[in-house]
């Protein structure tokens, strides 16, 4: 059978093995045309859904060390190499080819989602209208040097000031670019709503609101899930027990070595503003997933229970019970869901987040299908409105306050502890200032910091509302103000004991006056920083 086609405007026809070699040329084109995105040299990458025997079988694919994207009680979707394609095959499961990626260039071209450059010029044009609300900044660059824009939004935004810093990140993995549009959308609603929505208004007032709306830039522009190294951003986190054993220290270097210049960035920013509550978009289910993603010794499909698995499930309902669809899940009750007890993985952000700096991070798959047409955005948008506003303001509560330096008064970064969690929060370096997320309840707090001695705080109640402030003035053992700690202040502590002068003056562990001010002066006056005995 022929076909006939027109070239140059005059009719000509195609036999069927020129049909087949025309379709192997322009197979070849596509390919040589991703180049475009500097992914030409990038194997491809098929997205695969696997049917599973079994709901446990999605462990053996999580043990297999495979990239999972979603996982029910009937089938897995991963994205595999060809290898790892040949060994998901060699399994005997029903597998389906979803889509290779890169997408080709033309299929696009006429998505309509707003890339870096897009995102600059709204950057550009908000930061004009609104600059007393709003600065943009460039926090790194992509392998491809495409730049990681964000934009802060709060009242008076080149002052430091007591207010929890928030942040949400979209599209990560480049082939899910509906939070890249959400995050937009915020954006917008709050410097339009400020001054007349009383919900932005506070927001703006009371926090420091972050949104990075485009993660993975080049993966956006290939519409694939990975960097332009093939990497999948969101693998490629430290992952406890194997790249670090703890939370960060005060003043500690952040090591990014190894990391996608992506990740590295995004570590140092997190760093560098201590996010109270933070939310990376997704796309591919509809659910509030919350950490741990990955505990040492716990299986996939478990789940890894965290020190504050309560205040997750709080957080993330404060998502979910806003987006109706999330929240009304079949496979999720109310919408919600431990990371490991869905499917386990490492290097996430989420976890990183958490265990190095207390940050509440939250991943949010917020729809099935991960390219949906652009003109279903709004509806999207209404869906999430509410549960992205919700979720943020979840930072205003809890226990709040300043750590400053009881002679001076200058800021002191401190690690926040609740008593009986073993995960710290930090206050600032540049203004002290901490916020502890907590249900209601009454909690016992310890603060410190290298030089000085920890304040303790007992029977502080937490209500619903509005969060409680505690402030804390923390000691180095000098009491008297002459920046030593010396016989004078042992003498100042010994008087107090004996009720003379003033006994809050002397309590620099938050305590209460006892022979423990006491030693913990004389421990300071000749070096000791460990606790008094007893």
Known sequence: MNEKAVVMGRPIYIRGWMRALLRVGVCLIVVMCSGQNGYGDVPPTWVLEVRLPSPESARQLVEMGLTIDNVTRDYAVIYADASERAAVESLGWPVRV??????????????????????????SQWTSAYPHLCRAYTVGYSVLNRPLLAI????????????????????????EPVGTEMCLNFVEWLLTGYGTDARATRLVDETVCWLLPLMNPDGLAARTRRNANSVDLNRNFPVY???????????????TAGREVETA???????????????????????ANYPYDYE???????AAISPDED?????????????????????????????????????????????????????????????????TMPTYWAKNRDAMISYLETALEGVRGLVRDRVGGTPVEAVVWVEGNSQPVFSSAAVGNY??????????????????????QRDIQVTEGPATRVDVNLSTGDLNGDN?????????SVNALLGEGSPDAADVDGLGLSITDLQWVINRSIGKTAAPAG
Not at 322 to 329: I, L
């Open 98 to 123: 979803l889509e290779v990626q890169p997408v080709p260039t033309e299929e696009k071209a006429v998505d309509g989602y707003r890339d870096s450059g897009d995102i600059a010029a709204l950057f």
């Open 152 to 175: 802060k939004i709060t009242s008076n935004p080149d002052v430091a000031a007591d207010r929890p810093a928030v942040r949400y990140i979209a599209t990560i993995h480049g082939d």
């Open 241 to 255: 027990a194997l790249d670090f054993s703890g939370s960060w220290t005060p003043g500690a270097l952040l090591n």
């Open 265 to 287: 960035s995004i570590m140092e920013w997190t760093a560098s503003e201590r996010f109270v509550v933070s939310g990376t978009f997704h796309g591919g289910s509809l659910v």
């Open 296 to 302: 040492p010794g716990v299986p996939s499909g478990v």
């Open 311 to 375: 205040l997750f499930q709080y957080v993330a309902l404060r998502y979910s019970m806003y987006n109706p669809d999330m929240y009304a899940s079949t496979q999720f009750p109310q919408g919600i869901v431990n990371g490991s007890a869905w499917y386990s993985i490492t290097g996430s952000l989420q976890d990183w987040s958490y265990r190095m700096f207390g940050t509440l991070e939250l991943t949010l798959e917020i729809g099935y299908t991960k390219k949906p047409a652009i003109s």
């Open 435 to 456: 916020h502890r997320v907590l249900l209601p309840g009454t909690y016992a707090m310890r603060w410190e910091a290298a030089g000085y001695i920890p304040w303790r």
């Open 484 to 492: 030593a700690v010396n016989a004078s202040d042992i003498q100042i």
